[in-house]
């Protein structure tokens, strides 16, 4: 048997972790919190295999899924998909972890712990040394299989789940460069300038507030499919108080891909219902992935004005969520392109003349020459 380096690859790494671990084992003590630990790694692992299959034949791919103590692993090299649609499943599947884990805290109300516990999520991509094993196989022929990932960046994946504990959101955190690659899916993200123990006094690192994911849950499991439905769909009650942003995010994702999944009049009516009571709660909102939901909606009934309007308070107010952004840059392309003089278009000029005028610097500069022609052809 011989190991070797084979190559330097991109990888997808991503660390979860229980946060304030040994303040639970305090409180439950010894035999009740490795109980409820057990129950967190088999739901780590049962999700994480769904989301990335592990390979065992390791030829072509190498996947790893592992759960140790409190903490969670997952390395995934796959060429055949890319980068950004593996950062993407890692934060579906963070996403459905944690309400996962949420859901079976509340199927397990008889032996609740007296706080809820809760988990960060550190996600990176960046390179890795590919290690691989040759060895001879039945038939005595040498074969070589990945054995495992090596490097830096494992290491600064950690770091970036270890922020985690500074979270207010949903305690996801991605690395610059994992932000990068999904930056244009309709995911709310908050920057933040840290101090990573070993790596660098002043780096950046983005918590996840909220998310629209199209096709939760992705569980394989039937029954549990079921019940994580009904839990965040078809029976969540809907109240006025704004939920935890990232909860937000999560149940409208649920109720839209059940909307659009159900073939029945009588379930697509309710799966409607239930998403204009969530998207409408309130006249005031606050939440950014429910104002981007309304403004879609507006635009979906030809009321353009409406939509621009969301899409600028989404804008301003969270100008890392790109997808809002492009949006907001479509609708008034749009409208620029309606010939005869109208109060749309003169709305659409005064958004783009007041983003060049007041916001220019949360602007790129392919979206300011896009503006800049917007007004020019408003004008």
């Given at each position: 048997?011989?190991?070797?380096?084979?190559?330097?690859?991109?990888?997808?790494l991503i660390f979860?972790?229980?946060?304030?671990?040994?303040?639970?084992?305090?409180?439950?003590?010894?035999?009740?919190?490795?109980?409820?630990?057990?129950?967190?790694?088999?739901?780590?692992?049962?999700?994480?295999?769904?989301?990335?299959?592990?390979?065992?034949?390791?030829?072509?791919?190498?996947?790893?899924?592992?759960?140790?103590?409190?903490?969670?692993?997952?390395?995934?090299?796959?060429?055949?998909?890319?980068?950004?649609?593996?950062?993407?499943?890692?934060?579906?599947?963070?996403?459905?972890?944690?309400?996962?884990?949420?859901?079976?805290?509340?199927?397990?109300?008889?032996?609740?712990?007296?706080?809820?516990?809760k988990i960060g999520?550190?996600?990176?991509?960046?390179?890795?040394?590919?290690?691989?094993?040759?060895?001879?196989?039945?038939?005595?022929?040498?074969?070589?299989?990945?054995?495992?990932?090596?490097?830096?960046?494992?290491n600064y994946a950690?770091?970036?789940?270890?922020?985690?504990?500074?979270?207010?959101?949903?305690?996801?955190?991605?690395?610059?460069?994992?932000?990068?690659?999904?930056?244009?899916?309709?995911?709310?993200?908050?920057?933040?300038?840290?101090?990573?123990?070993?790596?660098?006094?002043?780096?950046?690192?983005?918590?996840?507030?909220?998310?629209?994911?199209?096709?939760?849950?992705?569980?394989?499991?039937?029954?549990?499919?079921?019940?994580?439905?009904?839990?965040?769909?078809?029976?969540?009650?809907?109240?006025?108080?704004?939920?935890?942003?990232?909860?937000?995010?999560?149940?409208?994702?649920?109720?839209?891909?059940?909307?659009?999944?159900?073939?029945?009049?009588?379930?697509?009516?309710?799966?409607?219902?239930?998403?204009?009571?969530?998207?409408?709660?309130?006249?005031?909102?606050?939440?950014?992935?429910?104002?981007?939901?309304?403004?879609?909606?507006?635009?979906?009934?030809?009321?353009?004005?409406?939509?621009?309007?969301?899409?600028?308070?989404?804008?301003?107010?969270?100008?890392?969520?790109?997808?809002?952004?492009?949006?907001?840059?479509?609708?008034?392309?749009?409208?620029?392109?309606?010939?005869?003089?109208?109060?749309?278009?003169?709305?659409?000029?005064?958004?783009?003349?007041?983003?060049?005028?007041?916001?220019?610097?949360?602007?790129?500069?392919?979206?300011?020459?896009?503006?800049?022609?917007?007004?020019?052809?408003?004008?």
């Open positions: 048997m011989s190991l070797d380096v084979s190559s330097i690859i991109g990888a997808l979860v972790d229980i946060i304030e671990s040994s303040k639970f084992s305090s409180i439950l003590g010894p035999m009740e919190y490795a109980k409820k630990l057990l129950n967190l790694q088999q739901t780590f692992e049962r999700v994480g295999k769904d989301y990335f299959p592990v390979d065992e034949e390791r030829l072509v791919r190498y996947c790893q899924v592992r759960s140790r103590g409190d903490e969670g692993t997952i390395f995934c090299w796959d060429p055949e998909i890319s980068s950004c649609n593996l950062v993407y499943k890692a934060i579906k599947f963070a996403f459905e972890l944690k309400a996962s884990i949420d859901l079976e805290m509340m199927c397990d109300r008889q032996n609740a712990a007296p706080c809820q516990m999520v550190g996600i990176h991509y960046g390179d890795v040394a590919l290690i691989t094993k040759t060895d001879k196989d039945k038939e005595g022929i040498n074969r070589s299989r990945i054995d495992r990932l090596e490097g830096y960046n494992i950690k770091r970036v789940e270890s922020c985690s504990r500074m979270g207010r959101y949903s305690k996801i955190f991605l690395s610059e460069s994992a932000k990068q690659l999904i930056q244009y899916e309709p995911i709310v993200m908050v920057e933040n300038r840290v101090d990573l123990k070993g790596i660098g006094a002043d780096e950046l690192v983005y918590e996840v507030r909220s998310a629209f994911l199209p096709g939760l849950p992705e569980t394989k499991d039937k029954v549990f499919a079921q019940k994580f439905i009904k839990a965040y769909g078809s029976e969540y009650k809907i109240t006025a108080d704004n939920e935890e942003s990232w909860v937000n995010g999560l149940v409208l994702s649920v109720l839209d891909s059940r909307l659009k999944a159900v073939k029945t009049k009588k379930l697509k009516v309710m799966y409607s219902d239930k998403l204009s009571e969530l998207g409408w709660r309130n006249i005031y909102e606050e939440d950014p992935v429910i104002m981007y939901w309304r403004a879609r909606q507006y635009h979906d009934d030809g009321q353009l004005t409406l939509s621009l309007e969301y899409y600028r308070g989404i804008v301003k107010n969270h100008p890392f969520f790109v997808a809002a952004r492009i949006r907001l840059a479509s609708v008034l392309w749009e409208i620029s392109k309606q010939k005869q003089p109208n109060s749309n278009r003169v709305f659409a000029y005064n958004i783009a003349k007041e983003f060049l005028d007041h916001f220019r610097a949360i602007l790129n500069d392919d979206e300011k020459t896009e503006f800049e022609n917007i007004v020019n052809n408003l004008n």
